[in-house]
């Protein structure tokens, strides 16, 4: 199957780039968020769930939200104003502008990994990544929010109150240096205001 490619050069020039992770209670929380963008949001948008490979999150969320959602295909080249759902049990790389999705990731029991996913945004955005941490079980995306500091980037946590698990905000709250705590609804005109429209 085809790649879509983008009309022009102006729908892969942006200057932030966003990665959500969540687990358990994260598709309330996804919801509540991106209830927020508005549909020309000046950058693409990743969201990795925990998942099982029959995962209809991508279908869930566009029957709720009229803005522009597809599910990840390997290779595919982000484009501003687009939000891509990783595949249950997938796991999902940043490289060359594009996101590659992978089977395998070393030292991670977890699918998606949240921490390849935030990892791989620092490597290739630094500055312009944007690691964003929803509800959740244990403490996958944490080591993950780490490299994305240190490069540069930012990571915003949803509050441990908002959330209905609090295990991976927590991780993060504890162990690193989040740009931001919020609801989720909160954090979704945080991103807002910081990215703005096309």
Known sequence: MEHPQPDDERETSFNYVVAIGASAGGLKAIQELIAELPADLDAPIVIGVHSEPSSKLTEILKSKSSLKIRKTMDGDILKK???YVVPGAKHALFQNQRIHLSDVVRDSGFR????AMFMTLAAEYGGRGIAVVLS?????GMRGAQVVYDMGGQTIVQDPEDAQHAGMPNSVIYNDHPETIRTAS????????LIGDK
């Open 81 to 83: 104003g687009w939000i």
């Open 136 to 140: 959740g079980t244990m403490k996958d």
């Open 112 to 115: 998606p990994s949240i921490d």
């Open 186 to 193: 909160e954090l979704g005109v945080w991103l807002r205001n």
